[in-house]
C-alpha cells in the first residue's frame, strides 16, 4: 500500500504591521540662514560633539550612552571640583587653635 501525500496550503503574503523605518535625514539637524549656520538638536555632553540627541516629548536621549535630559536642554554632566588649598591668610578657627596646641607642646618639651 502506498502512503498519501499531505496537501499543503500556500499562505498569503504577510502584511507588515506599524510603520517602516525612515532613513535618518542629516539635513534636518541644521537650519542655514544666510552664512550663518544653526544646529537644531543638541550634542551629547557625555559622548562630545558627533553624537545627537533624539528629541522626544518631553525628553532628550543619547543612544549610545543613554544619557537623558528631562525637560528642554541638556546640561554637561557634573564634575567633582578639587577642594582648593586655604590660603595662608585665611585660616580656620579650628586651624589656628591647633597651631597653637602643637607650639605650646613644642616649648614645653624645650623646657624640661
Not at 71 to 90: H, L, R, V
Amino acid at each position: 500500500m502506498a502512503k498519501k501525500e499531505k496537501k499543503t496550503r500556500k499562505k498569503g503574503k504577510r502584511v507588515r504591521k506599524g510603520r517602516k523605518h525612515e532613513s535618518i535625514k542629516t539635513n534636518k539637524y541644521y537650519e542655514i540662514k544666510g552664512e550663518s549656520l544653526k544646529r537644531n538638536r543638541e550634542f551629547c555632553p557625555r559622548c562630545g560633539p558627533g553624537l545627537w540627541l533624539s528629541k522626544h516629548k518631553e525628553r532628550l536621549y543619547c543612544g549610545k550612552c543613554g544619557y537623558t535630559s528631562i525637560g528642554g536642554k541638556a546640561k554637561p554632566p557634573e564634575e567633582s571640583k578639587p577642594e582648593q588649598p586655604a590660603e595662608e591668610g585665611k585660616e580656620n578657627e579650628g586651624e589656628k587653635e591647633e597651631k597653637a596646641e602643637e607650639e605650646a607642646h613644642k616649648e614645653e618639651g624645650k623646657k624640661d
